[in-house]
């Protein structure tokens, strides 16, 4: 049982550097999220996806865009990086009926 | 902005000793629930509590819900090097879908 899977689990990016991270979730959630986790700051909402065709801004969303593919897929683009996007990105998702997140292993991602 | 206060930040003890973690909100939350996260892997649920004044259990881990759902606390008895981890509280305002979390409590246990 796959939960939630996320790629790359590495990445190094220029300054300017576009790139797509990707998400999937095999439990037939409906809401997903993209998650950002900075030394001291707990977890940040980047964006979130209620449901399939729905996406919304959470807490930080400046600098990134969001696709949900599917009811399995949630993407998370960073169109020009920066070097304050240099953090470790979560994805998670959640059944309708309870608050409870699924997370996936995360994704290091350094911007130099 | 709803807000969720963790305390303490750190905390390095020795195996066997008891701790408590806090975490505090001016904001009401319809639920709360206590995330463990191992180095280089995401959080993973421990316990969510809905009820104001509920108490879980989760074997040497009690878990508390304020009277009013503005705060609750994590006390681990006797306490082993396997529960070393970061620990996160968050929250759920009402009707919202998403969930606020704390900055986390990073725990080391010492053998």
């Known amino acids: 049982n796959a939960g939630v899977t996320q790629t790359p689990k590495f990445q190094v990016l220029k300054t300017g550097q576009s790139m797509t991270l990707q998400c999937a979730q095999d439990?037939?959630?409906?809401?997903m999220y993209w998650y950002r986790q900075d030394p001291g700051m707990g977890l940040r909402l980047i964006y979130y996806?209620?449901?399939?065709?729905?996406?919304d801004k959470g807490e930080v969303p400046n600098g990134y865009n969001v696709s949900r593919l599917n009811k399995r897929e949630f993407s998370l683009r960073l169109e020009s990086a920066a070097p304050s996007q240099t953090s470790v990105y979560f994805c998670?998702?959640?059944?309708?009926?309870?608050?409870?997140?699924?997370f996936g292993p995360g994704t290091r991602l350094t911007v130099t | 902005t709803q807000l969720l206060e963790q305390s303490p930040q750190f905390l390095s003890i020795q195996e066997g000793e008891n701790l408590t973690v806090y975490c505090n909100s001016s904001?009401?939350?319809?639920?709360l629930q206590w995330y463990r996260q191992e180095p280089g892997e995401g959080p993973v649920l421990l316990v969510t509590?809905?009820?104001?004044?509920e108490v879980k259990k989760l074997k040497r881990l009690t878990f508390q819900f304020g009277d009013a759902r503005k705060d609750s606390s994590l006390h681990i008895t006797a306490a082993q090097p396997g529960d070393t981890g970061l620990y996160l509280c968050?929250?759920?305002?009402?009707?919202?879908?998403?969930?606020?979390f704390g900055q986390g409590t990073t725990l080391q246990v010492k053998p």
């Open positions: 904001s009401v939350f319809s639920s």
């Open positions: 968050a929250g759920a305002p009402s009707n919202t879908g998403k969930l606020i």
């Open positions: 439990m037939n959630h409906n809401s």
């Open positions: 996806s209620a449901s399939e065709g729905t996406t």
């Open positions: 998670a998702s959640r059944t309708g009926r309870t608050y409870e997140q699924y």
């Open positions: 509590v809905v009820t104001g004044g």
